[in-house]
């Protein structure tokens, strides 16, 4: 790793100004994906602006259907939180499914949107829950936030302080993990609204990172099944293809890993 | 540099360290805390796990910096005069070969039992597997392992 400065922010204003007079400052989460990447060299900040520290950032709330996860939270915290479980399973379920125990015990569910990694969980299940991302300075919808491969709506000195969520009816997650990185071959989230609005989101898969999926939205809002799945053909076009698997098998994985989310 | 403080198997540990200083390396090279392996340096092997604030995570993945003011617990401080039950489990149930991945293992399955415990959920063998995850063995094939943290969570359990 390359020399850094470090910082212990103490409060989100602490972080922008820290981050601001920095020459190439990087916020830093739980670190678990961007500590690797300095170890390796592909990174090399100036200054890392530590966020946990930050009592403000860290805590799930639950008030009737209506959820509040602060950026700092952890995958863990998020997995265990028994409220949350009775609300929406599926985000439990999704939380605890990442990296590994020790990974889920730094890694925060803001990092991870932050990065916009395209075989993330996270990015999946809050575009089809249609969170609101909140920051610093405003209010951004999922849709909005994840504009493409490693890249969100996000502006400089912008810092993700919570996502938020109204649970919806139903909802559910399956993904194939990468058998060696545990990342999302492919990854689908299924949510059903109270007003029967149905969103699909695909992660792993799409070759410009998260996308919702319009054929299985559709069919879903008529028939909330498995057979529904099987009647929609799901394009490769746009899906990537690498040394894992092909364009074509994710096609059919969007599919299985629909089949998977709705069981 | 900057002035790290933090608790290590109940000692207070200080030291003025480089500010990209990784935890594992705060432990092994300034404290001479070697038996905390680094096994890949890549974030996947485990073999780094230690506990901080009685959670375990991957020394590795951790700057020492981050760890100031934390309670931190590796696998020299697990046993108390004699062996940790954990660590007789795995003695006992032949949960090693090599030994290289064990400091790490054995460090992950303390945490997995305290933490199913604290749920009051059951410890299967599915769940062992499943929890080892992000802890790999080259030599066992993982049996034998698997076979000491459920020895080693009912010794724990009764004692």
Known sequence: ??????????????????????????????????????????????????????????????????????????????????ELAKVCPAIVKLAGGIGDPAVRHQGTIGGSIANNDPAADYPAGLMALGATIHTNRREIAADDFFTGLFSTALDEGE?????????????????????????????VFVA????????????????????????LEQALSKDWSSAAVDGVSVSADGLMSDIHCDAAYRANLIKAMAKRALA | MTEVSMTVNGKAARASVPDNTLLVDFLREHLRLTGTHVGCDTSQCGACVVHVNGRAVKSCTTLAASAEGAEVTTIEGLANGEL??????????????????????????????ARYQAAGKELTEEAIRHELEGNICRCTGYHNIVRAIQDGAAKMAAG
Do not use: W
């Open chain 1, 1 to 82: 790793m390359y020399d850094v400065t470090y910082h212990r922010a103490t409060s989100v204003d602490d972080a922008v100004a820290r981050l601001s007079a920095a020459s190439e400052g990087q916020l830093l989460a739980g670190g678990q994906t961007l500590l690797p990447t300095m170890k390796h060299r592909l990174a090399a900040p100036s200054d890392l602006i530590d966020l946990r520290g930050i009592a403000d950032l860290v805590g799930v709330r639950v008030s009737g259907r209506s959820v509040t996860i602060g950026a700092m939270t952890t995958h863990a915290a998020v997995a265990g939180n028994a």
């Open chain 1, 159 to 187: 810092i993700v302080t919570a996502v938020s969520f109204d649970a919806p009816e139903t909802c559910g997650y399956a993904k194939f993990p990468n058998p060696a990185s545990r990342y999302a071959m492919t990854g």
């Open chain 1, 192 to 215: 059903k609204g109270g007003d029967g609005v149905v969103r699909v989101a695909v992660t792993g898969a799409g070759s410009d990172g998260v996308f919702r999926h319009e054929g």
């Open chain 2, 84 to 113: 940790h039950p954990m660590q007789a489990a795995f003695k006992e149930n032949h949960g090693l070969q090599c030994g290289f991945c064990t400091p790490g293992m054995i460090m992950s399955a303390t945490d997995m039992v």
